[in-house]
């Protein structure tokens, strides 16, 4: 069964020192996130509503495909987050967002897809692409 408490991102942050990847995110509440990422670019689909008996297809979904969790670094549920993914090769580009559990019961809460692009000789290049938003499974 779902937690019925809510959780929102508060910053979100990446660092490349030393070979080594770092993404940090603090919430407003305690949970335990895991980081969802993919190379894929998003898909959209669009969902089916009846409205007064007319079928129509509205309200655009966005999903990642072959996703790579990424449980936290830290045990328990925190304020603070942080992730040290797989190494991503330079000039590519990932897709990821976070889910979380509160006292081990997932949340409904979840985030919007980022997007992190390694440019060169790991250049880090930020870009938060909030205009995605990832539905939770059984959510019409």
Request: aromatic share 10%; with cysteine.
């Amino acid at each position: 069964m779902a937690s019925l408490i809510r959780w929102a991102i508060l910053s979100h942050d990446c660092d490349y020192t030393e070979g080594v990847l770092t993404i940090i995110v603090t919430t407003d509440q305690p949970v335990h996130l895991t980081l969802h990422h993919t190379s894929k670019n998003p898909r959209t689909h669009l969902r089916q509503e009846t409205d007064r008996g007319l079928n129509t297809m509205t309200n655009p979904d966005y999903c990642c495909v072959e996703i790579t969790p990424v449980d936290q670094n830290e045990p328990g549920d925190t304020l603070t987050h942080t992730f040290n993914p797989p190494d991503w090769p330079p000039c590519s580009k990932h897709y990821y967002y976070f889910t979380a559990t509160f006292a081990g019961a997932p949340t409904t809460s979840n985030t919007a897809i980022f997007t992190y692009h390694l440019q060169g000789h790991w250049a880090p290049d930020l870009r938060i692409g909030l205009s995605y938003y990832v539905p939770m499974h059984g959510t019409p």
